[in-house]
């Protein structure tokens, strides 16, 4: 029988042992398959944080218990091992149950979270960017007594709810099994909906997936040709503009997680720009742009630069004063210009540090998947013209 998988995390401090092995026992006995360090890990690697990672991700459901301390802390993370597991399990969209001490929620709600929300605001007001560290930041400004929890707990707390997690409320004894029960129940009740039609749900999804983008778009292209050449620029470039569709951009700089360090938005608008002469000329363009034309002696042009590119390598620009990121690449007499916003705090050094990780997420996104369809289609059409 599938059990269902649940990963019981805490930090491993005594105050929670009686909770973490009367929640622990009572899973088992509903039938489900609880999992937890000290007992349920075979070790997948010898590296045991990895290992516990690893169990997140196959698990279905992530049960986290907080109360006054941190747990172990990694210096080349920036987090705690605790901490580690809850953004492994937020991103992989895993269903997150959080209980929170009663007192530590009570003083973060009453006390911690309206001194952050006003050191916050006074700090952007100075400096026109969030803090460099926010663990840093709210051990500076907070100014709790220490013995009701660490700085740590306070971050982490933050971090959660600005990902929009609720917290539900403990006290350190075990009748916290009637809730954790009541809501599996829930939770079951609400599945039990989607039973009868699962097959019919997964095979529509497979097709979706496989067939559904490219069929549609195949069909836009074809009506799009007409005895090798384009009839219509600006539909072409209407298409690729909404497939390019914004991503998060993610640091890879740690051993263990992957946080969003910004994003790019939507793409704004694309330019088409043709060789005419000494020339790039703006051939058509979508979206909100201004275009212009550009010489070939002109060695600052984006554009420029990309068509003396005899390798045709798909080119990576960007604008600190636009906030705007350009994608560029060339087809035979012709190059394709993205203009795709930055969210986010950026300045040059932080770009220049993630400009590949912005390049990398630019190529593995469906809408690359397009462009290339457009150099394949283009660089293979001959005689096309005007």
């Known amino acids: 029988m599938d059990r269902t998988t649940i990963f019981i995390s805490s930090v491993a401090q005594d105050a929670l042992s009686s909770i973490r092995n009367a929640v622990f026992e009572e899973l088992k006995n509903m039938g489900h398959e609880p999992i937890r360090f ?11 944080i990895r290992t516990c990672l690893e169990y997140v991700s196959r698990s279905d459901i992530f049960l986290l218990f907080i109360a006054d301390k941190a747990g172990t802390f990694l210096e080349d993370e920036g ?3 605790t901490h580690l597991e809850f953004l492994r399990a937020y991103h992989e969209n895993k269903r997150l ?14 006390t911690i979270r309206p001194q952050i929300k006003q050191s916050l605001v ?18 500076e400004n907070i100014k709790e007594e220490p013995h009701i929890a660490e700085n740590y707990v306070w971050y982490f707390l933050y971090d959660a709810e600005q990902k929009g997690i609720y917290f539900e409320k403990c006290s350190l004894g075990v009748e916290i099994l009637s809730n954790i029960k009541s809501y599996l129940s829930a939770l079951f009740k609400e599945s039990l ?13 497979e097709h979706v997936e496989l067939y559904g983008d490219f069929y549609e778009l195949s069909l836009e292209f074809i009506s799009l040709l007409q005895n090798g050449q384009i009839t219509n620029w600006r539909r072409l470039l209407a298409l690729l503009r909404s497939k390019m569709v914004g991503c998060n951009i993610y640091s ?19 330019t088409l720009y043709e060789k005419r002469d000494e020339q790039m000329i703006c051939k058509e363009y979508d979206g909100l742009t201004t275009p212009e034309n550009f010489s070939l002696d002109d060695a600052s042009s984006y554009v420029v630069q990309t068509y003396n590119d005899h390798n045709h390598n798909e080119k990576l620009y960007y604008s600190l004063e636009k906030r705007i990121c350009y994608f560029l690449f060339k087809v035979k007499t012709y190059v394709f210009c993205f203009h795709l916003p930055l969210l986010g705090e950026w300045d040059y050094y932080k770009l220049k540090a993630y400009q590949e990780n912005i390049f990398n997420a630019i190529l593995e996104s469906k809408g690359y998947s ?10 293979g059409l001959s005689n096309e013209q005007l």
């Open 193 to 205: 909906q989607y039973l009868n039609i699962r097959s019919e749900i997964e095979r529509s999804l």
């Open 97 to 110: 149950i959080v209980y929170v001490h009663d007192i530590v929620l009570d003083t973060y709600f009453r």
């Open 38 to 48: 000290e007992d349920s890990m075979r070790y997948i690697h010898q590296d045991a």
């Open 122 to 139: 006074q700090y952007l007001s100075e400096h026109g960017k969030e803090p460099d560290s926010m663990l840093n930041f709210i051990s």
């Open 370 to 379: 397009y462009c290339y369809f457009i150099k394949m289609l283009l660089g």
């Open 79 to 81: 987090k705690t091992v």
């Open 252 to 270: 890879t700089n740690t051993k263990y997680q992957q946080e969003a360090i910004g994003a790019l938005m939507d793409c704004k608008a694309v």
